[in-house]
């Protein structure tokens, strides 16, 4: 059975830190894409990061330069590791693993960890 489980969501104030830990049970990162997907209050659901099994990475605009996606294949858990954060970046951060080149490709996915941003 394919567990995924999140943590490190919190409150933090803007221009903060938070760094989002998503391991793996059942399936391995290492030879599946990893991804976080976000929600917004109100708003679809949105790729925020991915990692493939070759380590190639993607980012959405918004968050380019600020967030980063890394992977531990020991721990076989994947990583965001969010900077300079902005109340914009307030959602519920969903982990999520398959062949994740669209949302759909993603076959399982995390309970997700709320995210707030104190202006």
């Known amino acids: 059975q394919v567990q995924l489980v999140e943590s490190g969501g919190g409150l933090v104030q803007a221009g903060g830190s938070l760094r989002l830990s998503c391991a793996a049970s059942?399936?391995?990162?290492?030879?599946?894409?990893g991804a976080w997907y976000r929600q917004a209050p109100g708003k679809q659901r949105d790729l925020v990061a991915r990692?493939?099994?070759?380590?190639?990475?993607t980012y959405a605009d918004s968050v380019k330069g600020r967030f980063t996606i890394s992977r531990d294949n020991a721990k076989n858990t994947v990583y965001l590791q969010m900077n300079s954060l902005k109340p914009e970046d307030t959602a519920v951060y969903y982990c999520?693993?398959?062949?994740?080149?669209?949302?759909?490709?993603?076959?399982?996915w995390g309970k997700g960890t709320l995210v707030t941003v104190s202006s």
């Open positions: 990692i493939t099994s070759g380590g190639s990475t």
């Open positions: 999520a693993t398959g062949s994740c080149y669209s949302e759909d490709g993603c076959r399982y």
């Open positions: 059942g399936i391995f990162f290492s030879s599946n894409h």
